[in-house]
C-alpha cells in the first residue's frame, strides 16, 4: 500500500488520535513536566480567582448584614440633622450606631485600662442578623458586651464591672456573632457594644471628640434601594456619606479586590513561567520520540499527520492538567474557609466560581497552546534524515501559519488580563516587566554563547570542554539561562518583598518614637493634661495640638463630588483631620510659598501636603473649601509641604493659619514620650484624670502593623511560593530536554578516555559558570521588581535586607548547579554500548 494511501472511510484525524492513544499507553513519562507546569499555573490562578471572587460574593450577599441596614447615613463629629432623621424614618425602620475609640477598665481601678473601638447601638440593633452573647445577656443599658480579644485582655467574665468613661457598666458576655463586625473594618482595639444611653452617660462625646453618627435603615417592603438611597442623599449635605446594602464593606471589598489581583498576577506569572517548562517538556518529549516520528515519516506520514498525531497528545494531556488545575483552584475557598475562617471578613459564597475558572481555563489552555506549538512544529517539519541526526541538526523555524496561532494565543491572554483589570496601567506595566524578563534572559542567553564562541581558549582541557559546551550546536544554553534566569529572579524578588515588609517597621520607626498617643483631651484641659504629664512623669516631653475634623466640599470652587483624582485624591474622600499652627510643623519641608507669620491675622489661609496638591493640580493661590461643623470655610493655600509620615508625630495634611479655627468648638490631641519604665504610671494616671480621652499605646499600634503586614507577606509567599514551584519545574524540563545531548557527549568523552569525575567536573564549571552570570542579573531584575511591589504596589518605603537578598539568590544559584548536576547523573553513568546502539 502506498504511503499515503489510508484504509477506506478512516479520516486522518481519526488515524491521528488513534496512533496518538496507542503511543500514551506507554505511559505519560515524557510529559510529566508538561503537566506538572501547567497544574500548578492554572491551580494558582484557579485558586486565587475564586477565593477573591467567592469573598466577593459573601460580601455581596450578606451587604445588608455587614452594614447593619439597606442604606445608611454617615456624618463625623456631629449627630445627624432632625431632617436627615426625619427622611430616614420615612423610608422604614431605622437604628442609630455611634462608633469611637474610648479606653475601658475593671471598675475600681484595678487593672490597666484598654483602648477599645466603641460601638453604641439602640434597641433595634442589629435590624439584620442576630446577635449571639455567651451565657446568653443581651446588649441594654446598664449592660454591655465585648470581643474576646477585650475580655482576655482585662481579665473579665460576664457580670463584671468595667469602667468607660464616666459610666460603669455590666458585662453581659462576650460576643460568639456580631452580623456586622466585618462592616467596621479596621480598629486599633478589640471592641464593646454598649446602648446609646450609656454612651451618653460615659460623657465620650465632647466638643471636638472624633466619633461618627450613622443612620441605618430597614426598608419597607416594596421600597427600591435606589430611590431610598437618592432620597437620603436630598438631604446629605456636606460631610455626610451615604451608602447601600451593595456595597456594605467598602474597604474590605477594595482590598480583597486589589489584593486578588495582585496574587492573580502571581498566579499568571506562575503560569507563563510554566509556559517556558511546557516549551523545555515538549521539547525533552519530542526528543525521546525522535526515532518514532523519522519512523512515521519513512512510512509515509505527512508532516500534517506527524503533527496531529502529537498535537492529540498534548491537547489531551493538557486538557487533563487544566482539569486537575481546575478541581484545586475550586476547591480551594471552601480549604481556605475551613482551615483560616477567623482571617476572613465573610465566609467565602458556596458553589463554584464559573467565570475564575473559565477565566482561568483559558489562561492555561493559551499558555499551552502558545509554549508546545512551536517545539512541536519544528519537530514535525523536519525530514527524517535530519530527523535521525537531530543531536546535530538545526531545528527548522516554524511555518507563518504556526507564528500566527502562537502571537494569537499570547496576544488573547494578555488582552483578557488587561480588559479584566480594575487597574490597567499597572497590570500593563507589570505584564511588561514579565515579558521583558523573559526576552532580556532570552539576549542574556545569545550573549553568553556568542562571547562564549569568541572567547580565548582556556589551557585546562575541562575548562575549555565547558566553554565549549555553552556554544556548540544544539547546546542548551538558551533554556538553562532562561530556567535559572526565572527561578533566581523569582528568589530575588520574593526575599526583597520579604525582607522589606519584615523589616518595614524596626527600620522606618524613629530612634526616639513617642510612647503613647491622647486623643480627645477636652478643649479647657489642656495646661492641666501637661502638667499632669511632668507631674507624673519628670522630664517627658509632650507636643500637644488642636484636633478638628472636616471634608474637603470643594476645589477652587468645584464641588469635591464632581472632581475624578482617581486613587490618589484621597484627600477629597471622607472627613480629614484638620488643625492650626503658628509655628512650621517638625518632621516638614517646605516645598512652595511660604510661612505665614506667627501673629497672621487675615483671610484663611492653608498649609497643604505637596502629594496631596500634585494629586489634584493644585498650587500656591488655589483655593479649598473645608466644612467644619456644617459651617464651610474656603481657604486660600499659602503653601505645600513635604510630610514625613514615618515621623509618628501628629501630621496633618490640611494646617489652617491662625484666626480661623480658635473658636471653633474643638479638643486637643498629644504625643507623650516617656521611659519605658514611666509607661505604665503615665497610661494610669491619664485614664483616671481623664476618661473621656483615648489612650493609644504607640508599640500596640505597631504590633498591628506588623501583624497585618505578616499577614500580607504570608499571602505573597504562598502564592508566589507556586511561582517558584513552576520555575523549579522549568528548570527541571529544561535539563530534560537536553538529556539526549548530554548523553551523548558524554558517552564519547568516554570512548575518548575521559572519567566519569572529569566529565561531572567539566558538567560543574558549566554550571556553574551559566549561575554565576545569571545571578548577578537575578539579583538586579529580582531587587528591581521588589522595589516596584514595594513602593509603587503596596505604598512602603524602600528598606531592603541586602544580606538576606544576597543570601537567598547565593542559595538559589548553588541549588541550581546540584540539581544541573544531579539531572545529568544518569548521562554521566549511561554504558557507551547501550547508548551508541540507541543513537
Excluded at 240 to 266: E, H, K, M, W, Y
Excluded at 472 to 496: D, I
Excluded at 802 to 824: C, E, H, K, S
Amino acid at each position: 500500500m502506498d504511503g499515503n494511501d489510508r484504509p477506506a472511510g478512516r479520516s486522518p484525524l481519526s488515524l491521528a488520535l488513534r496512533l496518538a492513544l496507542r503511543e500514551l499507553r506507554g505511559g505519560l513519562a515524557g510529559l510529566r513536566i508538561l503537566a506538572v507546569c501547567l497544574v500548578l499555573g492554572v491551580a494558582a490562578l484557579a485558586g486565587v480567582g475564586s477565593l477573591a471572587s467567592a469573598i466577593n460574593a459573601g460580601l455581596a450577599e450578606r451587604g445588608q448584614y455587614l452594614m447593619g441596614g439597606d442604606v445608611s447615613l454617615r456624618v463625623s463629629g456631629r449627630v445627624p440633622t432632625a431632617q436627615q432623621r426625619a427622611a430616614a424614618d420615612r423610608l422604614g425602620q431605622v437604628g442609630a450606631v455611634t462608633k469611637l475609640r474610648a479606653m475601658v477598665s475593671r471598675a475600681g481601678g484595678s487593672g490597666d485600662a484598654v483602648l477599645a473601638e466603641v460601638k453604641a447601638v439602640d434597641a433595634s440593633w442589629p435590624l439584620y442578623g442576630r446577635v449571639v452573647i455567651s451565657g446568653g445577656g443581651r446588649v441594654a443599658p446598664g449592660q454591655a458586651a465585648v470581643q474576646p480579644a477585650l475580655a482576655d485582655k482585662l481579665g473579665v467574665k460576664p457580670g463584671d464591672q468595667l469602667q468607660l468613661g464616666e459610666a460603669v457598666i455590666t458585662l453581659a458576655g462576650t460576643l460568639v456573632e456580631e452580623p456586622d463586625r466585618a462592616g467596621d473594618g479596621f480598629g486599633f482595639g478589640p471592641g464593646i457594644v454598649v446602648d446609646q444611653s450609656d454612651l451618653t452617660r460615659a460623657g465620650l462625646i465632647t466638643l471636638g471628640s472624633l466619633y461618627t453618627s450613622e443612620l441605618r435603615v430597614k426598608l419597607k417592603p416594596g421600597t427600591s434601594v435606589t430611590a431610598a438611597r437618592e432620597a437620603l442623599e436630598a438631604v446629605a449635605g456636606d460631610g455626610a456619606r451615604v451608602r447601600d446594602r451593595s456595597n456594605g464593606a467598602p474597604g474590605t471589598r477594595n482590598f480583597i479586590t486589589q489584593l486578588g489581583q495582585f496574587l492573580s498576577l502571581v498566579g499568571l506569572t506562575a503560569l507563563v513561567v510554566a509556559g517556558v517548562g511546557v516549551a523545555g517538556g515538549v521539547s525533552a518529549y519530542l526528543g525521546a520520540r525522535t526515532r518514532t516520528i523519522a519512523t512515521l515519516k519513512v512510512l509515509g506520514a505527512d508532516s500534517a499527520t506527524v503533527r496531529a498525531v502529537y498535537l492529540w497528545q498534548l491537547a489531551l494531556v493538557s486538557a487533563g492538567a487544566v482539569l486537575i488545575g481546575l478541581a484545586i483552584g475550586a476547591a480551594t475557598p471552601a480549604a481556605v474557609a475551613r482551615l483560616a475562617a477567623a482571617s476572613l471578613p465573610v465566609p467565602p459564597a458556596t458553589g463554584l466560581q464559573w467565570a475564575a475558572l473559565a477565566q482561568a481555563a483559558w489562561y492555561g489552555i493559551a499558555i499551552a497552546l502558545a509554549f508546545a506549538l512551536w517545539p512541536l512544529a519544528e519537530g514535525a517539519a523536519m525530514p527524517a534524515a535530519r530527523l535521525l541526526r537531530s543531536l546535530t541538526e538545526r531545528r527548522a523555524r516554524p511555518g507563518t501559519g504556526t507564528i500566527a496561532i502562537v502571537a494569537a494565543a499570547a496576544v488573547s491572554v494578555l488582552a483578557l488580563v488587561v480588559a479584566l483589570a480594575d487597574e490597567r496601567l499597572f497590570v500593563m506595566g507589570f505584564l511588561a516587566g514579565a515579558i521583558g524578563l523573559i526576552a532580556v534572559l532570552w539576549g542574556l542567553a545569545a550573549a553568553v554563547k556568542w562571547l562564549a564562541a569568541r572567547a580565548p581558549k582556556p589551557k585546562g582541557t575541562l575548562a575549555r570542554l565547558a566553554l565549549a559546551n555553552l556554544h556548540r550546536p544544539g547546546a542548551p544554553t538558551r533554556n538553562l539561562v532562561v530556567a535559572l534566569g526565572l527561578g533566581l529572579t523569582l528568589f530575588a524578588t520574593l526575599a526583597t518583598i520579604e525582607g522589606n515588609l519584615a523589616g518595614q517597621i524596626n527600620r522606618t520607626i524613629p530612634a526616639r518614637a513617642p510612647s503613647f498617643f491622647v486623643l480627645d483631651i477636652p478643649n479647657d484641659q489642656k495646661d492641666a493634661f501637661t502638667a499632669l504629664v511632668a507631674r507624673t512623669a519628670p522630664g517627658a516631653e509632650t507636643v500637644i495640638v488642636p484636633s478638628l475634623r472636616g471634608p474637603v466640599t470643594a476645589v477652587n470652587g468645584v464641588p469635591a463630588d464632581q472632581i475624578k483624582a482617581g486613587a490618589e485624591g484621597w484627600i477629597l474622600r471622607g472627613d480629614r483631620g484638620l488643625s492650626y499652627a503658628a509655628d512650621f510643623p517638625p518632621a516638614n519641608t517646605l516645598v512652595s510659598g511660604k510661612w505665614w507669620p506667627r501673629d497672621y491675622a487675615g483671610p484663611p489661609l492653608i498649609s497643604l501636603d505637596d502629594q496631596a496638591a500634585q494629586a489634584l493640580g493644585l498650587k500656591v493661590g488655589d483655593t479649598l473649601t473645608v466644612s467644619v461643623l456644617g459651617v464651610e470655610i474656603t481657604a486660600k493655600i499659602a503653601n505645600t509641604r513635604k510630610i514625613d509620615w514615618q515621623s509618628l508625630g501628629f501630621n496633618f495634611a490640611i494646617l489652617f493659619a491662625p484666626g480661623t479655627l480658635e473658636q471653633a468648638p474643638h479638643g486637643w490631641m498629644a504625643t507623650v514620650q516617656v521611659e519605658p519604665a514611666q509607661e505604665r504610671g503615665v497610661a494610669r494616671a491619664l485614664s483616671a484624670q481623664y476618661p473621656t480621652a483615648s489612650v493609644v499605646r504607640v508599640k500596640d499600634v505597631i504590633g498591628q502593623v506588623q501583624t497585618l503586614l505578616g499577614q500580607l507577606s504570608a499571602a505573597i509567599r504562598a502564592a508566589a511560593s507556586v511561582t517558584v514551584a513552576a520555575g523549579i519545574a522549568v528548570l527541571v524540563g529544561a535539563l530534560a530536554a537536553g538529556a539526549r545531548a548530554r548523553t551523548y557527549d558524554a558517552v564519547l568523552l568516554k570512548l575518548l578516555g575521559a572519567t566519569r569525575g572529569q566529565v561531572a567536573r567539566a558538567t560543574l564549571a558549566e554550571y556553574g559558570l551559566l549561575a554565576s552570570i545569571v545571578a548577578v542579573l537575578a539579583l538586579v531584575l529580582g531587587s528591581a521588581a521588589g522595589w516596584f511591589v514595594i513602593t509603587q504596589v503596596f505604598k512602603l518605603d524602600w528598606t531592603p535586607d541586602w544580606p538576606r537578598v544576597l543570601l537567598t539568590v547565593g542559595i538559589g544559584g548553588l541549588v541550581t548547579v546540584v540539581l544541573g548536576l544531579a539531572g545529568n547523573w544518569r548521562a554521566l553513568s549511561a554504558r557507551p554500548a547501550t547508548v551508541l546502539r540507541q543513537y
